[in-house]
């Protein structure tokens, strides 16, 4: 049985308390796997929330179903528990598909569709009764360089969804990442990467910058 272990920080500003992550994933078989996934300091927790010094611990459970090595299905479990009592629950079904594979490049597209539900509604940051959204995004790795077991390996990703807000409709939201991977030895690797976001949040686009760094394992 294959198991991997990763552990990360991010952060959207050098001032700001980093977050940290820590997962955990294993495949039961050819065909199943499962990730649980911790997060203190969340990326996820809203940026006003951030300022009035409340913090937010991400908890993550998915499921994934592998049909082949082009083709799998997710279905993932998330609460974020935010210090002020307003418990954030989402669940997220998506679908993943290798559209273009050869020795240096890989081509994915994911659809997904998900469901949010806040405890607490009426607070001084976002934090909407119920939200919807239906996205697509479309990634691609480029094995620049490797030799033996090491390797480097940039990554890029744009994606768009239509997102629904209870009280305000719906507007579109729009996401995209850049990274870097070094595989140092057959077992341990380190990421980073920069992304930004532009969402409509009550009625206003906001947009956001944040900074990931991790290393990872597999035993």
Do not use: C
């Not at 049985?1 to 078989?29: C, F, K, T, Y």
């Amino acid at each position: 049985m294959r198991r991997h272990w990763w552990a990360g920080v991010s952060g959207e500003n050098a001032s700001d308390d980093p977050g940290v992550e820590l997962g955990w994933s294993q495949w039961l078989d050819d065909r199943w796997q499962y990730q649980l996934l911790t997060q203190f300091q969340s990326p996820e927790t809203p940026l006003r929330a951030e300022r009035s010094d409340r913090e937010g611990r991400l908890y993550q459970a998915q499921v994934t179903w592998r049909q082949n090595e082009s083709r799998q299905a997710t279905l993932t479990l998330g609460a974020l528990d935010i210090s002020d009592g307003n418990l954030r629950s989402d669940v997220t079904a998506g679908l993943s598909q290798r559209v273009q594979a050869s020795a240096h490049h890989r081509t994915r597209l994911r659809g997904s569709l998900s469901a949010e539900h806040n405890s607490q509604s009426e607070t001084d940051y976002y934090s909407p009764a119920d939200t919807r959204s239906a996205g697509v995004t479309l990634e691609h790795d480029w094995l620049t360089w490797r030799r033996y077991d090491h390797a480097f390996t940039q990554n890029v990703s744009l994606g768009t969804a239509s997102e629904w807000e209870r009280g305000y409709g719906s507007a579109p939201g729009y996401d995209a990442r850049y990274g870097h991977v070094w595989q140092l030895t057959r077992t341990w690797s380190i990421n980073y990467g920069v992304g930004w976001g532009s969402h409509e949040y009550e009625g206003e686009r906001e947009a956001r910058w944040f900074g990931q760094l991790g290393f990872e394992g597999v035993l």
